[in-house]
């Protein structure tokens, strides 16, 4: 019923930028909580930033703050994250995952999203 596909990720050199996105088809972005996850081989995956689209409200991981945004295009189904500044330590699989429960955006546990997409590869050298 619900499917998120992500796009845009690609090989890039430190302090390059990349916009990555996922479209959701089958559901709707409005008032949910959408999230950007990342996992490197050998690491925990790690929340990167999420948007509770009811209020606007955003969160990132210190480790983002200042150099990517997400944001949300409503009327496209599809919320995107740009990652500026980009550094190697930013190498890892990105996910994208989204839930219903949008006033519990910042407080949801990974394992909490109901779906999830595919994954896109960013890869910094």
């Known amino acids: 019923q619900v499917q998120l596909v992500e796009s845009g990720g690609g090989s890039v050199q430190a302090r390059g930028s990349l916009r990555l996105s996922c479209a959701a088809s089958g559901y709707t972005y409005n008032r949910n909580c959408m999230a950007w996850f990342r996992q490197a081989p050998g690491k925990e995956r790690e929340g990167v930033a999420r948007i509770a689209t009811g209020s606007g409200n955003t969160y990132y991981a210190d480790s983002v703050k200042g150099r990517f945004t997400i944001s949300q295009d409503n009327a496209k189904n599809t919320v995107y994250l740009q990652m500026n500044s980009l550094k190697p330590e930013d190498t890892a699989m990105y996910y994208c995952?989204?839930?219903?429960?949008?006033?519990?955006?910042?407080?949801?546990?990974?394992?909490?999203?109901?779906?999830w997409g595919q994954g896109t590869q960013v890869t910094v050298s």
């Open positions: 995952a989204a839930d219903p429960r949008w006033g519990l955006c910042i407080g949801l546990m990974s394992l909490d999203f109901g779906h």
